[in-house]
């Protein structure tokens, strides 16, 4: 069975904090995704990763960067928080890219920034 | 600009009918569709997948069709139980594995 783990169920922070969020997965999985899930918008792709120290933008990486120094795991930083970055975080993972493989979540995060 | 839609944010249906959950996408370069379940407190989990090559994929009470000339795809799930009761999301994906996802379906089934 896959597992995908992120750090934290909840989060409050202030705004202008810098906020971690952490993913791990334990499968050896090449990708990894960090979406955020708001109500009527879905879930939308922030930033994702092929490789180890690679990374790509997804769709809304405006104020948020990544880090993947390991292959099993995968960062999303907040450089400075926002309001509007209140949200439920989801990270993903999925073995091959060329396979259109399903990806597998981890039970996200949701963060509250006051 | 949203490329895959699920015009519907919530569905009823009584306990032992169909439930039909519907999504439309907009780029024709998609050639890959999935539907992710989410309960609450959980992350998506992988449902059913259907390739651009196919018209229909079965798996038990979940069936999804593909209609390619209309971009439009559903899935529907016969008998319906209340253990399915959850977020429905469309995601579609093109030939370089980005996916989209749609708003998701609130589907309630009742006892």
């Known amino acids: 069975d896959v597992k995908v783990t992120q750090s934290s169920r909840y989060l409050v922070k202030r705004t202008g904090e810098k906020v971690f969020l952490e993913c791990v997965q334990d499968?050896?999985?090449?990708?990894m995704f960090w979406y955020r899930q708001d109500p009527g918008l879905g879930l939308r792709l922030i930033y994702f990763s092929y490789d180890v120290k690679m990374k790509e933008k997804g769709d809304i990486p405006e104020g948020y960067s990544v880090s993947r120094e390991k292959k099993e795991r995968f960062s999303l930083i907040l450089e400075s928080a926002s309001t509007n970055q209140t949200s439920m975080y989801l990270c993903?993972?999925?073995?091959?890219?060329?396979?259109?493989?399903?990806?597998?979540f981890g039970p996200g995060t949701r963060l509250l920034v006051l | 600009d949203q490329q895959v839609k699920q015009n519907s944010p919530s569905l009823s249906v009584q306990e032992g009918r169909i439930s039909i959950l519907n999504c439309d996408y907009t780029n024709s370069m998609f050639d890959y569709f999935l539907w992710y379940k989410k309960y609450p407190a959980e992350g998506p989990t992988f449902l059913i997948s259907?390739?651009?090559?196919?018209d229909k994929n079965e798996d038990g009470r979940f069936t999804v069709f593909l209609n390619k000339s209309a971009k439009h795809l559903s899935l529907h799930i016969v008998p319906s139980q209340p253990g399915d009761s959850a977020v429905y999301f469309c995601?579609?994906?093109?030939?370089?594995?980005?996916?989209?996802f749609g708003a998701g379906t609130r589907l309630t089934v009742k006892p």
């Open positions: 259907i390739s651009s090559i196919k």
């Open positions: 995601a579609a994906s093109s030939y370089n594995n980005d996916m989209r």
């Open positions: 499968m050896d999985h090449e990708n």
């Open positions: 993903a993972s999925s073995a091959d890219r060329r396979l259109k493989e399903t990806q597998y």
